[in-house]
């Protein structure tokens, strides 16, 4: 049982960002990072915003982090995503990539207990082609030991 | 030579001398005309209130989604030359007030005489915005996790903004009732003879919380355009012109297509509607300061972009727009410090991505809005929330 049902349209990799999604598919999370600077960035682009440098690298990173915005969706914006409501839809910011946050849904989480400052760690949920899309669990971590970005 | 501060300065330099629309409808209520149609009929419209021959129109200008390019609507309206051709690249409704913008630098820099900037939009008889749609930048970071309406994706800008400043949800209700009581007063309001009180509102359905039914815009269907020119050659046309005192588009670092993206936009920047830039270049060209305005048309496609604005445009310190707008400041029945979205707005008038605001504000500076409000010499038109860059207008008499 994946979050949301299977048959929402899946990501569609572009020469810029194959790499992180080839990433997915192994379940690694693996953000760009600058080979130079070594300063994370995300999504992909072409080259560095800090220094310019065009080399860069795709580091993996821990998964934990900390919910930076949420929305709880209540109406369907997709025909598939009728039977699924309400759903959240989170914005983490990583411990560890710098200011880099990833769009996401954190599975296991009452609508009413959504909150900013939730601490959430990575889960691999698979995709209909076979790939993998990462998703984050707030379970085993208490508000109590939030710290509020 | 002396060159003055701003080297050919587009500063008060043209004006807004015709303005046109079609009716507006919900979503689907246009079925005896064509889009195109519409957008044809707006622009004759237009050109009718500024009381010039249709075939005077040069110049043509939009913003992204228009679906009716310059050279067709020239071929459609049978006109005789076609100078200036001009598009918005990206930013959605962010490019409203800079396509008239681009059709002020036409006329000013003697590429065209009279430019046009217009925009159809019949949600009716193509894609819904409120629904999922393919975005070709972005999407593979947001549709896979259910991520799909700009209602979603600025819930979540705004939600940030209610954790930082403790902005209270009430605050919503108070702008959507008020632009509503704008729309009662303009026949031509979608919800023109709806009233709206608060309870209603905060009872109405959640779409994306903490945005319910009635902080989401409309989904509409109509065209409306403006003629651009001169201020010498507006002397010539029928109503007293609306001066373009300072236009302006910008985005700052890092944004990108910031809520319609990734948003990986900068963390202190996160929780506005990317506007602070625009505000700064377009006060330092009008000369004056928020403070001076009589009255702004704020981009309302959900009621707390509105909030997020007053803070970006510097009409209220940042945290305090909720406290402003709950105090009746944006209410022209209430006789508030700066009335808002005066025919309703893109919530209660019409979502035409902003273009309705514009003529709005020009209604404003000739007297004849149905919420007028006394004296107004000052219009404020801001465009965009969330995607991209974002742009903005200063009218006056």
Known sequence: MTYLPQDLPLPEPSPDDQPYWDACDQRELRIQRCA????????????????????????????????????????ATHPVLKDALPYNVAVVLLDDADDVRIISNVIDIAP?????????????????????????????????????? | ????????????????????????????????RTEFQLCCEAIEDAAKDAGIPVTEIDGFCSYTGERHEPVLVQVAL??????????????????????????????????CKYAVAYRSLCQGQYERYGQYRPRPMGGSYMAPYGLMSPGQMTALTFRRHMHLYDTPVEALGHIAVTFREHALRN??????????????????????????????????????????????????????????????????PGWGIGPMGSHNMPIK????????????????MAGMGPNELDCAQIYDAFTGLVLMALEDYGICPPGEAAKFVMEGNLSWQRAGKLPCNTAGGLLSEAYLQGFNL????????RGTSTAQVTDARTCLVTSGGGQGHKSALILAS
């Open chain 2, 358 to 365: 514009i003529l709005e504000a020009v209604r404003q500076i």
């Open chain 2, 187 to 252: 026949p031509r309001a979608i919800q023109y003879g709806k009233p709206l009180d608060l309870k209603q509102h905060s009872t109405s359905r959640m779409i994306a919380d903490p945005f319910r039914l009635f902080d989401c815009c409309l989904e509409s269907d109509g065209a409306a355009a403006v003629i651009v020119t001169t201020q010498e050659r507006a002397r010539d046309t029928r109503f007293h012109p609306a001066r373009i005192v300072a236009a302006a588009q910008a985005s700052g």
């Open chain 2, 78 to 111: 049978g006109l005789p030359e076609m100078r200036y051709s001009n598009m918005v690249w990206g930013a959605g409704g962010g490019g409203c007030s800079g396509s008239v913008m681009n059709a002020a630098l036409a006329v000013h820099g003697g590429i």
């Open chain 1, 36 to 75: 130079k600077c070594t300063r994370f960035r995300h999504p992909p682009t072409p080259i560095c915003p800090s220094c310019r440098s065009p080399k860069a690298c795709w580091t993996q990173v821990s998964g934990n982090g900390t919910v930076f915005s949420y929305t709880i969706a209540h109406f």
């Open chain 1, 112 to 149: 009413e207990k959504m909150a900013i400052g939730l601490r959430v760690s990575l889960v691999w949920q698979p995709l209909r082609n076979g790939g993998y899309l990462p998703r984050f669990s707030g379970r085993d971590h208490s508000l109590a030991t939030v710290t509020t970005p």
């Open chain 2, 269 to 284: 920047d996160y929780h506005t509607t990317n506007s602070r830039a625009v505000s700064g270049h377009l006060f330092e």
């Open chain 2, 1 to 32: 030579m002396k060159l003055p501060k701003t080297i050919a300065s587009l500063a008060d330099k043209t004006a807004i001398v015709g303005i046109g629309t079609t009716e507006y409808t919900r979503r689907g209520g246009i079925t005896d």
